[in-house]
């Protein structure tokens, strides 16, 4: 499979189109279980509040994943990103309702490199913070 986005279609300042991917506490067990990352702070709120939590938060992986959802939905092939890095700015709070929490993410191409390959800067949000810092990926298209 390879990105469905040409190169050469592809301007800097190009805008991904945006996604909000919903959390609930029940996505965080079922996280947990297939990670295998059962600290207490992703489901135990008595616990999050305990070690200075605002309440349950989502796995820095599991948000690391939902983000790059925007770029991979993007070009239409996994395989087409071949590097990113996030730093962890602010936590997900996932409270205990049907609702849970949400995390908004935005992604721009922000440089054209060498070899048909971009780079895609990323901007992920939940309850109007930033909650990942420094969130690039770089792909390689078509």
Do not use: C
């Amino acid at each position: 499979m390879t990105a469905q986005i040409q190169y050469a279609d592809v301007e800097v300042g190009t805008e991904l189109p945006a996604a909000s991917f919903p959390v609930t506490r029940a996505t965080l067990v079922r996280y947990a279980g297939a990670s295998g990352d059962f600290n207490p702070i992703h489901w135990n709120e008595k616990f999050a509040k305990e070690v200075g939590l605002p309440d349950v938060i989502a796995h820095g992986m599991f948000t690391m994943a939902e983000a790059i959802r925007v770029v991979t939905d993007w070009t239409g092939d996994p395989g087409a990103v071949v590097e990113y890095g996030v730093r962890f700015t602010k936590p997900v709070v996932v409270p205990n309702d049907d609702q849970g929490a949400l995390i908004e993410v935005t992604a721009k191409v922000a440089a054209k490199l060498d070899d048909k390959r971009v780079r895609v800067d990323l901007t992920a949000m939940s309850a109007g913070q930033k909650v990942l810092g420094m969130s690039r990926a770089v792909v390689q298209l078509g």
